[in-house]
């Protein structure tokens, strides 16, 4: 599945803010848990041993989760009565019972409705063992009992959501252009609170050169200009206050005509062991012809999806535009694989995106629906789904996030989220205020017990023309390890040849590794024409071409599959 290709681009943009930037802070930082061990009970027939995991801090009436694992003699104990209890003052009150997955799992869901410090505890008594204790002396009783989790629950300030754009998505430089946005609670419009406009240039440079406030509208307006050509990076930052949270939104602009660039990104498998190590590697292009951009370079984020927690390492393009790095997870959950090109005076920047599995996460599924299938410009609509494990079981008060691309191709989260309920349904609903096809994508990031997950769904608001893109290659049946090309053309309804268009490559293969993620990325030259230059080793494929759309244009997509050697007979669907 794809992943926001431009907005975590951002990632740099973002720590110079942090560091420099008057808005304080821009992002909140998060408290990581920590999972500690009971010492198990001493048994004459078993020894059991009980573990918890929390945050350490929460906001009131936020849903939060305390979780943990029951094993013996370091096997999982499955369908046993696990209970939480909560410190009032002097004693510990049982508050929640759960019954044990078959992994020797459980998990509560706390909320608390006011601000204090929170202490709690799981404990597990084998009532067989308790009974045979009664008649018999020489037989323990097996009891275990969790350490403590500390939570910190506080007053929440009201969240606030800051969005940024610009009246052009590419100017040319000295070209004046109008930044705008608005500051919210929920639906209520915030007047009279400072945004400040932040910059980074192409060389790296930060500044703030505006400062304005919200009008009675919640609006505000910065007019500007950038005297080179070269990627800007903006954002507007509401530093908050006494009663509303902070909030920070970003956008990013090419100034001048830019090359496009694009970036692959690949790894021999899709999951490894904790503490494997195992090589990122992929190829810097021309975006339009494919050429290798050497000597340039790159950034990889490994990010833990979960925690947020993120190493970077850089290294440069060879002469053939490809780089490698080496990497690795220590803990299990599902982390995210992130090279960054940050463009230069000839070429815009580009990221790609994977995602590996570390350990044996439980897995699970997220689904995704919409009450409209073509809403109009400002008309609500609701996306909702389910979170279960792989045996169905409804995921509760787990956080939802969500990202969209907007038809101008950035990515923005748009404030919204949720947590799901009691049978691990979730429901969000939005509108948006401009036509365009949008892409939605929803995720679970995961935690120590289960892996992430995400689904995504394309989306178009109002009335759109309708595009078609055909895909063929040169060769019906290529050789093994030889180059062929898979090419085609994108157009309008009418056949108008559609030009600068973005164009994503999916491949899937019978015998390798298929993560749901893009390819290769190009875009249509003068004439809607684009092209790929392949190489496989033996096996069966399904290839997709999908242009994603604009604001002008619908989605569309071509398929082909193609037998490269003689691989073994594998059908793909």
Not at 22 to 35: F, R
Not at 304 to 312: H, I, K, P, R, T
Request: positive net charge; aromatic residues 10%.
């Amino acid at each position: 599945m794809e992943k926001k290709l431009l907005m975590v681009f951002l990632v740099t943009f973002m720590v110079t803010v942090l560091l420099f930037c008057s808005v304080a802070p821009c992002v909140e930082a998060k408290s990581l848990s920590t999972t500690v061990t009971a010492t198990p009970a001493k048994s004459s027939t078993t020894f059991t041993t009980l573990t918890i995991l929390a945050s350490s801090s929460a906001n009131i009436k936020q849903s939060f989760l305390i979780t943990g694992k029951l094993t013996s003699n370091g096997s999982p104990l499955s369908k046993k009565t696990i209970s939480l209890q909560r410190f009032n003052g002097n004693t510990w009150i049982t508050i929640a019972s759960k019954t044990s997955l078959t992994t020797g799992t459980y998990s509560f869901s706390r909320t608390e409705a006011t601000a204090n410090t929170y202490k709690y505890r799981t404990t597990y008594v084998n009532s067989v063992n308790s009974v045979a204790f009664a008649s018999k002396a020489s037989t323990s009783a097996t009891t275990s009992t969790s350490p403590i989790a500390t939570v910190k629950v506080a007053s929440a300030k009201i969240s606030t959501t800051a969005t940024l754009a610009s009246s052009n998505a590419n100017p040319t430089a000295k070209q004046s252009f109008t930044f705008s946005g608005t500051l919210k609670a929920g639906t209520k419009p915030l007047s009279g609170k400072k945004i400040i406009l932040c910059r980074l240039d192409p060389s790296g440079k930060y500044s703030e050169p505006s400062i304005t406030y919200t009008n009675a509208n919640g609006a505000y307006s910065f007019a500007f200009s950038e005297p080179a050509s070269g990627t800007y990076h903006y954002g507007a930052a509401f530093q908050g206050d006494t009663s509303y949270a902070s909030d920070y939104a970003s956008l990013t602009l090419d100034v001048g005509n830019l090359q496009p660039s694009a970036l692959s990104v690949n790894t021999a498998k899709l999951t490894f062991a904790s503490n494997e190590s195992f090589t990122v590697y992929g190829t810097l292009q021309d975006g339009v012809s494919g050429a290798p951009l050497a000597g340039q370079s790159v950034t990889l984020q490994v990010e833990q999806l979960w925690s947020l927690q993120s190493v970077y390492k850089v290294t440069t393009t060879n002469a053939n535009g490809a780089y490698s790095f080496t990497a690795s997870g220590s803990s299990q959950g599902v982390y995210g694989l992130y090279p960054t090109f940050a463009g230069n005076p000839s070429y815009s920047p580009c990221r790609g995106w994977l995602e590996v599995t570390i350990g044996n996460p439980i897995p699970t599924t997220l689904s995704l629906n919409f009450t409209n299938s073509n809403p109009g410009v400002s008309q609500s609509f609701t996306m909702s789904g389910y979170l279960k494990d792989t045996n169905g079981t409804p995921l509760a008060g787990r956080k939802i996030t969500v990202d969209v691309r907007l038809p101008t191709g950035s990515w923005t989260s748009q404030g919204l989220g949720a947590t799901t309920d009691s049978n691990g349904h979730y429901a969000i609903t939005t509108s948006e205020q401009a036509a365009g096809e949008y892409r939605f994508e929803v995720y679970f990031l995961g935690d120590g017990t289960y892996a992430g997950h995400g689904n995504w769904e394309l989306l178009p608001i109002g009335t759109l023309q309708t595009t078609k893109i055909s895909a063929t290659t040169n060769v019906t049946n290529p050789v093994a390890g030889t180059t062929f090309t898979l090419s085609g053309t994108l157009t309008d309804a009418n056949g108008t040849p559609l030009a600068g268009k973005e164009v994503q490559l999916y491949r899937y293969a019978a015998a390798q590794p298929n993560p749901p993620v893009i390819f290769q990325t190009r875009y249509t030259d003068q004439n809607g024409h684009y092209s790929f230059v392949l190489n496989e080793p033996s096996d069966n494929y399904m290839y997709t071409v999908r242009f994603t759309g604009d604001q002008t244009y619908t989605h569309s997509e071509a398929v082909v599959k193609l037998t490269v050697g003689t691989p073994t007979l594998t059908t793909l669907t």
